[in-house]
C-alpha cells in the first residue's frame, strides 16, 4: 500500500474523530502512521488495529495475542503476550 493510499484510506476516520473529539485529522493521522508504521504492521494488517490498542476484561469481542516489547518508566523492558 502506498502513503497516498493509506491516507486516504483513513481520513474519513481523521475526519470523524475531530467532529466527534475535536483531535486534529494530521495527530490523528501521524499517530496512526507511527503505530502502524504505515498500516503495515502485522496488528494493522490482521486486525485493523492502527494504535495497538489492547483489550481489557471488559471485552466481549473477538482477541487475538501478540507478543509485545513495552518500556516502563525506568526504560526496562517488558515483554508481554497479550
Same mark, same amino acid.
Given at each position: 500500500?502506498?502513503?497516498?493510499?493509506?491516507?486516504?484510506?483513513?481520513?474519513? +476516520?481523521?475526519?470523524?474523530?475531530?467532529?466527534?473529539?475535536?483531535? %486534529?485529522?494530521? @495527530?490523528? $493521522?501521524? /499517530? !496512526?502512521?507511527?503505530?502502524?508504521?504505515? +498500516?503495515?504492521?502485522?496488528?494493522?494488517?490482521?486486525?485493523?488495529? %492502527?494504535?495497538? @490498542?489492547? $483489550?481489557? /476484561? !471488559?471485552?466481549?469481542?473477538?482477541?487475538?495475542?501478540?507478543?509485545?516489547?513495552?518500556?516502563?518508566?525506568?526504560?526496562?523492558?517488558?515483554?508481554?503476550?497479550?
Amino acid at each position: 500500500m502506498t502513503k497516498e493510499l493509506f491516507l486516504e484510506q483513513i481520513r474519513q +476516520g481523521a475526519l470523524q474523530t475531530f467532529e466527534t473529539y475535536n483531535i %486534529l485529522p494530521s @495527530i490523528t $493521522a501521524a /499517530q !496512526s502512521i507511527l503505530e502502524s508504521n504505515w +498500516g503495515k504492521s502485522k496488528l494493522a494488517r490482521e486486525c485493523l488495529n %492502527l494504535f495497538g @490498542i489492547k $483489550a481489557d /476484561q !471488559s471485552w466481549q469481542g473477538d482477541k487475538k495475542a501478540y507478543s509485545t516489547k513495552e518500556y516502563d518508566k525506568n526504560n526496562k523492558l517488558i515483554l508481554n503476550n497479550s
